[in-house]
């Protein structure tokens, strides 16, 4: 945009009314003068103006100033256009005049434009600041900036989102990228930018510090605090608002520069601030901020969002803490790399080295020095000895590693490191830290780097080459936890270092003794030779001369043997216990190493803290005293807002009024998001039921990019502000389908209140029978219909069921049901009625029937009449009343339930004894898949390809009608692997699916979902196997029509089919066949052992029925009569099975008649048994028979009654039992008495 203002006025206005000069002001003077809507003014008004007027520039689509702002000052419009109060004003005009107060109303800026702001008089900003006075309180502040690096102010009363309607630091909204050349350098003290020293204020770090609550709740009791008073809150609000209404830059607090040029999240710093476009731009160092001020273009983004750096986490903790355990779990569920920091020093170092190195190391080697060092100090070796060559063969082994360890600069500063903690150098760093951050793949991955930087010159490091990481997280834990943790695995080692010292100790006792035995052989040898060399010399002596040789001998001897013990002389074992470490000195050391180690690396932390604070790195802390498993969860818990929410850093969302998103929408300066009205968020929970929208309905909308979001609450549009790409990248939502259900159920099982919450949530219709007649009473009174059924109902009659479903069909053209849907509440309840809705063409998709039992029903009713909205006019809800049409309803609802099962597959039962919003929740859900599957079905036929008929209320005749090629046999197990898998067997169509407008029945789900991805494969004229002719298919017959086909005789003569091939045709595997499982193929009669083996026959029958018999045959199984067989096997097939259960029966009660023998007592019981139970007997025989056998036990138990009931002394009858004289008197009377007579 050309600027049409003089650019003498506009340098005059920018400057500072207190450094402007006397030809300035004359300048903006006559300028103003000059201007027609000013003209109305005095001179020594204007020349308050031209004191405090000051030029500016603001890019379109940017709010101006809100409702709840207070009038500073008015406005008067250069160039561009703006909208307040549904009006647009055009330039030159002025707007905003208003003396003190709210402004009342928004103002937003369509177009970029320029403006003379004129501030009001100081006796109106006194009377407002007189005004809002009395309701200021002296509150607590606090500053502190979120994951995202925008800057919040928190006081103890009061909402920071009730500030403005937009984000709390953005008060200037702007929706749209605009040129503009300007670029300016802000100073601290100019921009209010600095940071100051008082306690009120604080930096971006504070964020990380004050995040120690859960999932984002903030900790305040981590954030710096002070009490102000009202004057300092004053001064301090208008800082604040100022900086609210400050227009950060795409990068928001980050710096621009190392985001372009490294790809690194830098948090920026206020002191190196820069403004470029009307927006604030902050830096990491004063260069960064010079190279933006030369080519600020390059640093922006213009076509499309910046991208956002993946997740780099640091994650610090002393020894013992578990970091690492946390970090790899972490890489893990993140799909990140795990780095540790001294694991990869050690890797650097091995390539050279071979080995770990670290203060274990090196007092192994130092101790395996010392050992061979005493074995050699201990003897000198004899050459040619094998312990000699033990001694060198070692040296040779080490002697070429010693050669190869010429270690380089680099490497010795890393072994340094490793083994004295001693600082590397920045050289050694450059070479092993930027790659994380610059590199492939890091750079685009992202990592978790473990245990780095470690101290403070490491962070220190990270600050000056500007590689940041994105959260630092510390794992706090106590001394006594660490301790726990490492003693026992310390002690372990110690415990293994011991064994292995005493297994060396052996070894060099044992060498030592083995050189000892050397030398004296050696010794001994030579002394041996000396003394056969002083006998040859004693020998050429004369006789005369030499002494006794037996005596002389026998002191040689003893004097080898003297010098030799002389010589080697046993040393005594240095190598005792004494001196050793025990295990409880061991302990102690160990807990004071560990103790040492973790002070200072407590203090290290602390220092790194402090480091990263100055850079404003976040942190956070998290104990880690628990177990692992918790500690990582709660880690990811705490991460899992800023990992979720990290692709959309740079995003921008602001929030306004409705009036404002249609107004900016109408005059298209926004367009409607591809959602539309739909709420992204819940449309992302599944939600498939467009939302109602009506003037009392809230809903909140939101401008992200150029478009405008609608949301149905609050929580849903925050949800959204958070992590906007999240939700835009799902797909739009499919072609609204009208909702058409019914609910029958009995009364009082909340039919009635899940309708009415789908018509308040939703907007459906809801029609009960009885509002479809109101409804044509009162609308279309005059109608022939209308008529009718006033002249039955002024009888008092019911409406006939055929005049109420024209009403229904009338009443369900109403343009709601064919656009939103209707719910049909309580209908149909009889089978008339459902043959009217056929009739009729009224379907719903699906049918839910409430089910609930009878006592739940009057209860709901008796709490119902103690409501207080129960209305004053009495109901048809006594309990009789109510128990009569539950059983009408209980006797209708079978017959509509078979009905609908059988047809259209749309029944749905629901327990409706459960509360209303279980119930409302579990039919909404119902809903929400069948319109889903609905919306699915339609977008895939539009695309030409294949889609399930599931729960699409399709009959079995429209089934036939439409079924394609292959009939009900199954398109791809034919293709597959050739098998006929007829479908048929079962009505459901979970597994069909349509194409190019026929329907195709499945075998299962994995064959739907091949079919619905590849349906041109299974279907001509890519099917690799076509449909045999209905001659050549098989058909499975019952055993009527097998009896019907006589005389048709079995092919194989009987024998199955399928269990002789599959049993390789051997003798064994005839096994004949059951007429129940029989199959008519190529008019052939095949009949088979079992279903199994028939449904074998019936995939493959090409595979089955050419078959051959052998010539030898089991022999045919002829019937048996019962009566030609032997006794013995007459009665094993005919009564043994009796007999067992009576003589059963026998061993358990062990009868005993009175006066009989125990055999004839026994064989009475077993006569009366097989009597009382034989199935052939008439039911009068057998009930007889049971009497007589429970008389004969009756009588047997009298025995073990009487003895012990009946004692030695004598009782009084009155101490007797009350049945004893009786069962007494009966047990005599049964002598000589024949117990078949009883």
């Not at 994650?315 to 013992?320: A, R, T, V, Y």
């Not at 992202?446 to 470690?454: A, Q, S, V, Y």
């Not at 109608?783 to 039955?792: D, G, N, P, S």
């Amino acid at each position: 945009m050309t600027s049409r203002v003089d650019p003498r006025i506009k340098q005059a206005l920018r400057k500072k009314p207190s450094e402007r000069t006397q030809e300035e002001l004359n300048i903006i003077y006559y300028y103003l003068h000059g201007m027609d809507i000013l003209s109305n003014l005095r001179e020594h008004q204007l020349r308050i103006m031209t004191s405090s007027a000051r030029y500016k520039r603001y890019e379109g689509n940017q709010v101006l100033f809100c409702s709840d702002t207070i009038a500073r000052c008015w406005y008067i419009l250069l160039s561009g256009s703006v909208l307040m109060k549904d009006s647009m004003f055009l330039p030159p005009c002025s707007f905003g005049k208003q003396s003190g107060g709210k402004r009342g109303c928004e103002c937003i800026v369509l177009e970029p434009s320029e403006m003379i702001v004129v501030e009001n008089s100081k006796e109106n900003e006194d009377n407002i600041l007189q005004r809002e006075g009395p309701r200021r309180q002296s509150r607590r502040r606090f500053r502190k900036i979120n994951l995202k690096g925008e800057r919040q102010t928190i006081t103890d009363n009061v909402d920071v989102s009730s500030y403005l309607s937009l984000p709390a630091d953005l008060t200037k909204m702007h929706l749209g990228d605009g040129q503009h050349a300007q670029v300016t350098h802000v100073p601290s003290s100019q921009s209010g930018c600095s940071i100051a020293s008082d306690s009120g204020s604080s930096s971006l770090s504070d964020i990380y510090q004050a995040t120690e609550s859960e999932m984002g709740d903030v900790d305040l009791t981590g954030l710096p605090e002070a009490p102000v008073d009202s004057e300092e809150e004053e001064e301090e609000d208008e800082e604040k608002a100022a900086e609210r209404k400050r227009h950060m830059g795409d990068t928001k607090h980050f710096c621009p520069v190392i985001l372009k040029e490294n790809f690194i999240l830098c948090p920026g710093s206020y002191e190196n601030g820069a403004k470029y476009q009307d927006k604030y731009y902050y830096f990491s160092t004063p260069e960064n901020r010079e190279k933006f001020l030369e080519n600020p273009e390059v640093y922006v983004s213009h076509n499309e969002p910046l991208k956002v750096p993946p997740l780099r986490v640091c994650l610090l903790g002393s020894h013992g803490s578990g970091k690492t355990v946390c970090a790899r779990w972490l890489a893990n569920k993140l799909g990140i790399f795990h780095i540790q920091f001294e694991e990869r020093l050690q890797e650097l170092i091995m390539l050279k080295t071979g080995v770990r190195v670290g203060p274990e190391t090196e007092e192994e080697d130092e101790e395996e020095a010392a050992a061979v060092q005493e074995v050699g100090e201990s003897s000198t070796p004899i050459p040619g000895s094998a312990t000699e060559m033990d001694i060198t063969s070692e040296e040779e082994k080490r002697s070429p590693e010693q050669k190869e360890l010429q270690l380089t600069d680099e490497e010795e500063a890393i072994k340094a490191n490793l083994v004295e903690n001693e600082p590397l150098p920045p050289e050694v760093l450059d070479n092993i830290v930027p790659e994380w951050w610059t590199k492939e793949p890091f750079r685009s991955t992202g990592f978790i780097l473990d245990g780095f930087p470690r101290t403070v010159d490491e962070a220190i490091y990270l600050a000056e080459h500007g590689l940041c990481p994105d959260i630092v997280v510390y794992l706090e834990v106590e001394e006594d936890d660490v301790s726990d943790r490492l003693l026992p695995t310390l002690l372990q080692k110690w415990q293994e270092k011991q064994n292995q010292k005493k297994e060396k100790k052996q070894k060099i006792k044992e060498q030592r003794a083995k050189m000892r035995e050397d030398q004296i052989i050696k010794r001994k040898t030579e002394l041996l030779a000396m003394q056969a060399k002083r006998k040859q010399n004693a020998a050429a002596k004369p006789q005369s001369e030499v002494p006794d040789e037996d005596d002389e001998d026998e002191d040689e001897d003893d004097d080898i043997e003297a010098i030799l013990e002389e010589e080697f002389a046993k040393e005594e074992d240095d190598m005792d216990d004494e001196d050793e470490e025990q295990e409880s000195e061991a302990i102690e050391r160990l807990k004071t190493e560990i103790a040492e180690k973790f002070e200072a690396d407590l203090n290290n932390i602390q220092a790194v803290q402090e480091e990263l604070d100055k850079i404003l790195v976040p942190q956070i802390t998290i104990g880690s005293k628990r177990k692992p498993r918790i500690v990582c969860y709660q880690l990811y818990k705490r991460l899992k807002d800023l990992v979720e929410n990290h692709e959309s850093l740079f995003e921008k969302c602001y929030p306004l009024s409705v009036s404002l998103a249609h107004k900016m929408i109408a005059l298209s300066y926004k367009h409607p998001s591809n959602f539309g009205e739909w709420d992204p968020i819940k449309l992302s929970e599944g939600e498939t039921i467009k939302p109602y929208q009506n003037p009392d309905t809230p809903t909140f909308p939101v401008i992200h990019r150029n478009s405008i979001y609608f949301f149905s609450s609050k929580e849903n549009r925050d949800k959204f502000m958070t992590n906007p790409i999240k939700y835009i990248r799902q797909p739009k939502p499919k072609p609204t389908v009208p909702v058409k259900i019914a609910i029958v159920g009995p009364p009082k099982s909340g039919k009635t209140t899940v309708a009415k919450k789908f018509a308040s949530v939703y907007g459906l219709k809801r029609l009960s029978m009885g509002d479809a007649i109101r409804m044509i009473l009162n609308d279309q009174p005059d109608t022939e219909l209308a008529l009718m059924l006033k002249w039955h109902l002024h009888k008092g009659l019911t409406a006939p069921d055929e005049l109420a479903i024209q009403a229904l069909d009338i009443a369900l053209m109403d343009n709601v049901c064919s656009t939103a849907g209707f719910v049909i509440d309580g209908y149909p309840v009889t089978r008339k009625q459902v043959n009217l809705l056929e009739y009729m063409k009224i379907i719903p998709v699906k049918i839910f029937e409430m089910q609930i039992d009878s006592r739940e029903v009057i209860r709901r009713a008796l709490l119902d009449k103690q409501s207080p909205d129960r209305p004053p006019y009495p109901l048809h809800d006594s309990s009789q009343i109510l128990s009569i049409k539950n059983s009408c309803y209980k006797t209708q609802v079978e017959e509509i339930r078979a009905y609908y099962e059988e047809q259209h597959q749309n029944w749905y039962v629901i327990d409706a004894s459960h509360s209303k919003w279980w119930n409302w929740n579990k039919v909404l859900e119902e809903t929400q898949m069948i319109t889903k599957q609905i919306q699915f079905y339609l977008e895939r036929i539009r695309q030409g390809k294949a889609a399930s008929i599931a729960d699409l209320c399709i009959t079995p005749q429209e089934l036939l009608s439409r079924l394609g090629e292959f009939g009900q046999y199954c398109p791809v197990s034919l293709a597959e692997k050739g098998e006929l898998v007829d479908c048929s067997v079962t009505p459901s169509l979970k597994f069909a699916a349509e194409f190019r407008g026929h329907y195709y029945k499945m075998a299962g789900q994995e064959e739907l979902d091949k079919f619905l991805n590849t349906p041109e494969l299974y279907v001509p004229p890519l099917a690799p196997h076509p449909l045999p002719l209905p001659s050549k298919l098989p058909k499975k017959l019952t055993a009527a029509e097998v009896k019907a086909l006589f005389p048709m005789q079995a092919e194989m003569q009987g024998y199955c089919p399928v269990t002789y091939l599959e049993g390789k045709q051997r003798y064994e595997a005839l096994v004949p066949g059951n007429t129940e499982y029989a199959v008519l193929y190529c008019k052939r009669l095949y009949i088979f052992e079992s279903e199994e083996k028939l449904q074998k026959f019936m995939r493959l029958p090409e595979k089955y029925w050419k078959q051959t018999l052998p010539h030898k045959l089991p022999p045919k199984k002829e019937p048996v009569l019962l009566t030609g067989l032997p006794l013995t096997g007459y009665l094993e097939q005919g009564v043994a099975t009796a007999l067992i259960k009576a003589m059963n029966e026998v061993g358990c009660l062990k009868p005993k008649f009175p006066f009989l023998s125990v055999k004839k007592s026994a064989l009475l019981f077993i006569a009366y048994h097989l009597k009382a139970y034989n199935p052939k007997s008439s039911d009068y025989v057998r009930k007889k028979y049971k009497r007589k056998l429970d008389r004969f036990i009756d009588n047997c138990e009298l025995i073990p009654y009487l003895g012990t009931k009946m004692t030695k002394k004598y009782k009084e009858p009155q101490n007797r039992p009350i049945d004893f004289d009786h069962k007494l008197q009966t047990f005599l009377s049964l002598r000589g008495v024949d117990p078949a007579s009883l």
